[in-house]
């Protein structure tokens, strides 16, 4: 009886989608996540008679066939690049993304790396790095004599030193975005690893055509929707146990052929 195994296929893809809604989840209040959705497709078919065949030695052709499905398959789980919200930190270094980019970071393999998590810190050398250490690119190094740090709309960090009224130009950050955003290859730490699914970085200042601007001071929420998680998760509960209770029945079944003398 296939009912055992279609019906085991399901409970695994369902498995899959309560592990993806388990992780969106776990990071509501990651800075700047993007929700994930697991995407399912159904398995191959087995034929008993063919569509479109012929019926008999007249040219009749079967009309619709018999196409028995073998289950379904988890196809894939992609990213969902909605903006988060904007929340107010205070944080000088705190850098927003408000549309579409990426910060570069420098791993240290020597890879670029890119991130909308824009909780920034300086380094014992004054450059502005993430909460790991790795270094913003394209560099900037705030000198330690510096009072004050203001950063603009289109990427431009000034720095203010003690007895000067003038700021100083420390440096301009750009922003990456990619053709296909969810192609990027996730590393965890809110990294992502350009692919060849994701096609080539397009690197540009912020606030230009195609590009969000930068906004100092806030930083980006997650776009997990508790109440949508939720709901989804009771979705798949209530699909897997449907899934079960056919395995239970196609138990039955064959527990009533067995008893047959």
Known sequence: MRAMNIAATGMLAQQTNVEVISNNIANMNTTAFNRRRPEFTDLLYQNLKRVGAN????????????QIGLGVKTAAVYRITEQGSMQSTDNTLDMAIQGKGY???????????YTRAGS???????????AEGYEVLPGITVPNNAIGVSINGS??????????VAQN?????????????????????????????????IVANPATTGFGSILQ??????????????????SAQ???????????STDEMLQSVNQLK
């Open 55 to 66: 019926s008999s030695d007249n040219n009749t052709i079967v009309p619709s066939g018999i």
């Open 103 to 113: 910060f570069q970071v420098l791993l240290p393999t020597g890879e670029t790396a």
């Open 120 to 130: 920034f810190q300086l380094s014992p050398q004054g450059q502005i790095v993430t």
């Open 155 to 164: 990427g431009q960090v000034a720095i203010k030193l003690d007895g000067q």
């Open 169 to 201: 130009i420390a440096g301009q950050l750009q922003l990456a975005n990619f053709p296909n955003e969810a192609g990027l290859e996730a590393r965890g730490n809110n990294l992502f690893i350009q692919t060849s699914s994701s096609g080539a970085p």
């Open 217 to 234: 001071g806030f930083i980006e929420t997650s776009n997990v929707n508790a109440v949508s998680e939720i709901t989804n998760l009771i």
């Open 238 to 248: 209530r699909a897997y146990e449907m899934n079960s209770k056919v395995i239970k």
